[in-house]
């Protein structure tokens, strides 16, 4: 079994605790959603295509991703919370031609992270933790009508950190 397979069974072990746990009043389960805006840096791959190629290259390519969280965290108390989610974003591609050859390329993104999250009263929090993101990458290239694929995966770990404002127990 595969690392990543295990750390989606403890998140979804943890997630399960949370909702059993959930009628005390000390755990609490949300979804985010947003949009990020991202640099593929086709413009310049495009030009270095042409530059190796002799002949001009179009292309087209994503400016942003949807992103989507799942989250849950657990009062520690004095304004304290400990908090554990997981985020992945919609692809992002990129397109290349140069007459009827073609390449594209496409990534998503996705994992786990962990922080330490701060409320005051008057629900100001900050947050500060860690991430391990993984990101999938695959590409296709069409050359005289022969098609060829790869795949490549990339991981990291990183700080995080944040804030926001909470009213009434729904995030703006």
Same mark, same amino acid.
């Given at each position: 079994?595969? %690392?990543?397979? %295990? ?21 609490? %389960?949300?979804? !985010?959603?947003?949009? =990020?805006?991202?640099?593929? *840096? ?8 042409? @530059?190796? =190629? ?5 292309? *087209? /390519? $994503?400016?942003? +991703? ?7 965290? /657990?009062?520690?108390?004095? @304004? ?12 992002? !591609? ?11 390329? =496409?990534?998503? +993104? ?10 005051? !009263? !008057?629900?100001?929090?900050?947050? +500060? ?13 069409? %050359?005289?009508?022969? $098609?060829?694929?790869?795949?490549? *995966? ?12 909470? $009213? ?5």
């Amino acid at each position: 079994m595969g %690392i990543k397979k %295990i750390v989606k069974i403890i998140f979804l072990l943890s997630f399960l605790t949370s909702v059993a746990n959930a009628e005390q009043g000390k755990v609490r %389960i949300g979804v !985010e959603l947003g949009w =990020s805006p991202i640099d593929l *840096e086709a413009e310049d791959t495009a030009q270095q295509i042409a @530059n190796a =190629s002799g002949s001009t290259v179009t292309t *087209e /390519y $994503s400016t942003g +991703v949807l992103v989507g969280r799942l989250f849950a965290d /657990y009062d520690l108390g004095d @304004n304290l919370y400990g908090e554990i989610g997981y985020f992945q974003t919609s692809g992002a !591609e990129a397109t290349y031609k140069i007459s009827s050859d073609s390449a594209k390329e =496409s990534y998503d +993104v996705h994992g786990f992270d962990i922080s330490g999250k701060f409320m005051t !009263e !008057e629900g100001f929090f900050g947050k +500060v933790g860690m991430h391990s993101t993984t990101i999938d990458g695959a590409a296709n290239v069409t %050359i005289g009508g022969t $098609s060829y694929n790869a795949t490549a *995966e990339a991981q990291g770990t990183g700080l995080l950190f944040g804030g926001g404002f909470e $009213s009434d127990g729904m995030l703006l």
